[in-house]
């Protein structure tokens, strides 16, 4: 064969390879109605095309759709606005008809409604389609999803691949999306088709991360009446309040929790989530026991039952710590329950040690109940201090106020060290026990404390008073009561008895009974507690202990200052009118303001 011959053949092979590969402009019916038939025989899909259609041979015989819309059935899912570009298989187009191995969908919108979905006889389906030929690959990319009855779920930059070669094999997912402007990563997603359809158990897989958050499962899953998952679960979030910002889903104390986790096995059907023996960490502290999550209400109910050998709650009693601004004044701030409350939870705890904020308790039994605009937290035992605490606090929102409440009693409480967990002076010592109960009702802290009314009592037995010896004060004050107010600090005043009732109104809490009772000494107090101001403003009338009730006191104090920095004095004027020589000066009674003043009195 000569040359000339044989470049001719080359040539003419090049042509019809070139020819083959390159992608051929079609008319728009013949090619597309094909395919249009196609996808709906096989997947129940309705197909339009209204671009252009190409297609090519080589290296696979492919075809490439523009403007292309898909359909399901009762608009459950539309796909409108992509391209399509699919892979033939070979042997059905020797015969003339046209199956797609593959698809491709490229920046198409998506709208689809669950309820619809939700509808679809998705068993029914599968096990119609499952003995014929199917594709094996879908590609989504470049695309955006929107439901219509989903709130805060819609998805940008969808980029998924949907994998199921055989019925033999799982249908396997994997991809990404822009939810809420955050990449969301679904790192795999497998279940078998062909089991489901057949109402029978398949095994399934789930790994699903976002920047916050991590969602891992794998077990079994079955359709049927009763559709049900089963299997070991485990969830991470770094940040509850970052997650709950970033993502909207409301769940209870979202806003005011830092990392959890939850692992476990679970089970799970329409009507309930379940871990029937769960592992939950909360920042460092890991917690044993029960949790569910109920969807057959109104709101999601999360209940649960956990024990700890530790447990750090500060975070959730930190909104208490920022009614307070910097300056030491109550906030003016609006209390606003609605993130904190935005699920409904039914906890019951219970720790060897628990951390309330600077409190700490021993062998806490506590529940916590939240509902829409609605927290309540109890405490049922409690060792505290070498003592006993219980109480409830309560924190409700209604018409725009918050209501809040709180009552408990203690007792065999060691004040001492008490006063040093709460950073105060360990000025006293002994056992206490009393009650407490204390309501208002406001738009922010200090309307609370405006309102506030309440009562409480203490009780102390067996202490003393640190920094003051009053024995030797009140004998100095009989030989020499002027140089008294300046030899009355050190030492200590022992007491075998000391309480104090307290009446709360408006904000002002009044002593409406204080004594103190000692080897020694006498005392009682009298005064008020100015709690809007974080005041005190009380005076102790102390006297020997044998002296009667009608006597006037031998020393009288004054109790002074804000709360973090109290003053305690001798009355100087006191002092002087024991004094012989100093008496005269002062006149028996106050001059009222209105009359002039006496320029010496003289005896």
């Not at 042997?91 to 409604?113: M, N």
């Not at 008490?418 to 000025?427: I, S």
């Not at 004027?573 to 009674?589: T, V």
């Amino acid at each position: 064969m000569s040359r000339r011959v044989v470049f001719l053949i080359a040539l003419i092979s090049l042509a019809v390879l070139g020819t083959a590969a390159s992608p051929w402009t079609l008319p728009g019916g013949g090619l597309s109605a094909e395919l249009r038939e196609h996808v709906r025989d096989r997947y129940g899909l309705d197909l339009e095309v209204r671009g252009r259609s190409t297609f090519a041979v080589l290296p696979i015989p492919r075809v490439k759709f523009e403007n292309v819309t898909l359909q399901a059935p009762g608009d459950a899912l539309r796909a409108e606005g992509g391209t399509l570009r699919g892979e033939l298989r070979l042997l059905p187009l020797l015969f003339g008809r046209i199956e797609l191995s593959d698809f491709d969908l490229t920046q198409t919108r998506i709208t689809a409604s669950i309820e619809k979905l939700r509808a679809i006889d998705w068993a029914g389906l599968f096990r119609d389609r499952a003995a014929e030929p199917h594709a094996r690959r879908l590609i989504v990319s470049k695309s955006a999803l929107r439901w219509t009855d989903l709130k805060n779920a819609d998805l940008d930059r969808i980029d998924a691949v949907i994998r199921w070669t055989d019925p033999s094999e799982p249908l396997m997912v994997v991809g990404s999306a822009l939810w809420r402007d955050e990449l969301v990563t679904l790192e795999r997603a497998s279940v078998f088709p062909d089991l489901l359809a057949s109402n029978k158990i398949s095994p399934f897989s789930l790994s699903l991360s976002s920047r916050s958050a991590r969602l891992a499962a794998e077990g079994e899953a079955q359709l049927g009446d009763t559709p049900r998952l089963t299997g070991e679960s485990s969830i991470e979030a770094t940040s509850v309040r970052d997650f709950t910002r970033w993502s909207g889903v409301e769940l209870p104390f979202g806003p005011l929790l830092h990392s959890v986790s939850i692992s476990g096995d679970f089970s799970m059907d329409r009507r309930r989530l379940s871990w029937p023996a769960v592992a939950f960490t909360l920042g460092a502290d890991k917690l044993e026991g029960t949790l569910g999550v109920r969807f057959d209400t109104e709101r999601p109910v999360v209940t649960g039952t956990l024990a700890a050998d530790s447990l750090n709650l500060s975070d959730l009693f930190a909104p208490f710590a920022q009614a307070q601004t910097s300056n030491g004044s109550w906030s003016e701030e609006a209390i606003d329950l609605t993130r904190t409350t935005g699920a409904d939870l039914d906890l019951r705890l219970s720790a060897a040690t628990a951390n309330l904020g600077r409190l700490s308790l021993d062998d806490m039994a506590a529940s916590v109940l939240v509902q829409p605009g609605r927290i309540e937290a109890s405490i049922g035992r409690a060792a505290f201090y070498d003592g006993t605490l219980k109480g409830r606090l309560s924190l409700a929102a209604q018409n725009g106020l918050v209501d809040f409440r709180s009552q408990g009693t203690f007792s065999g409480v060691k004040i001492a060290p008490f006063l040093a967990a709460m950073g105060e002076p360990r000025w006293i010592t002994g056992r206490a026990q009393g009650q407490f109960s204390f309501e208002g009702l406001g738009r922010n802290p200090a309307d609370v404390i405006r309102q506030a009314e309440g009562r409480s009592s203490i009780e102390l037995k067996d202490g003393e008073l640190v920094g003051i010896t009053l024995q030797d004060a009140l004998r100095r004050v009989e030989q020499k009561p002027l140089l008294a107010s300046l030899n009355w600090k050190g030492g200590r005043t022992p007491f075998d008895r000391a309480e104090a009732q307290i009446a709360v109104k408006n904000g002002i809490g009044e002593i409406v009974e204080g004594q103190l009772q000692g080897p020694a000494v006498q005392a009682v107090l009298r005064g008020q507690i100015l709690l809007i101001e974080r005041e005190l403003r009380v005076t102790a009338n102390v006297s020997q202990a044998s002296a009667p009730a009608s006597q006037s006191p031998a020393l009288v104090f004054d109790v002074t200052g804000d709360w973090d920095n109290v003053a305690v004095a001798p009355q100087v004027r006191s002092l002087i009118e024991r004094s012989g020589a100093a008496k005269p000066l002062f006149p028996p009674q106050r001059v009222p303001a209105n009359e002039q003043r006496p320029q010496a009195t003289a005896q």
